[in-house]
C-alpha cells in the first residue's frame, strides 16, 4: 500500500512535533502500522506501532512516555505525536504497514509496505 509521511521539520529539544502518515487504499483498518526511525550510520529501529482499531499500541523503550501513536481510519491516516525531544531522537522517521490482525510487530522485515520518510531534527 502507497504510504506518505508528512510533518517533520527542526525543532529544539523540549519541542513538539507530530507526523502524519497517509495510506491510499480502502482496506486501511486490515493494517497493523509501525513507526521506524533511521539516523545516519545506524540501523533502522523499532518506534511504534498500532493495532487497526488504536485500541492497542507498544512502543520503545527510548520513546515510552514522550511518543504516542493514534489512528484515525476514516481518513487512512497514522499520526506520531513526540513531545520532550531529545537531539539523539533526530533521524528519517518512517511509517510501515502490514495486513495483518494484531501483533506486535517490531522488526523492518515484518512490514511490506514503507512510505519515503520524514526528517525530525532536534537541535538547538
Known amino acids: 500500500v502507497p504510504l506518505a509521511e508528512s510533518g517533520g521539520g527542526t525543532v529544539q529539544p523540549g519541542g513538539s512535533l507530530r507526523l502524519s502518515c497517509a495510506a491510499s487504499t480502502r482496506t486501511f483498518s486490515n493494517y497493523v502500522m509501525g513507526w521506524f526511525r533511521q539516523a545516519p550510520g545506524k540501523e533502522r529501529e523499532f518506534v511504534a506501532t498500532i493495532s487497526w482499531n488504536g485500541g492497542s499500541t507498544y512502543y520503545a523503550d527510548l520513546v515510552k512516555g514522550r511518543f504516542t501513536t493514534s489512528r484515525d481510519n476514516a481518513k487512512n491516516t497514522v499520526y506520531l505525536q513526540m513531545n520532550s525531544l531529545k537531539p539523539e531522537d533526530t533521524a528519517l522517521y518512517y511509517c510501515?504497514?502490514?495486513?495483518?490482525?494484531?501483533?506486535?510487530?517490531?522488526?523492518?522485515?515484518?512490514?511490506?509496505?514503507w512510505g519515503q520518510g520524514t526528517q525530525v531534527t532536534v537541535s538547538s
Open positions: 510501515a504497514a502490514e495486513p495483518r490482525p494484531w501483533k506486535t510487530l517490531l522488526s523492518p522485515h515484518e512490514y511490506s509496505s
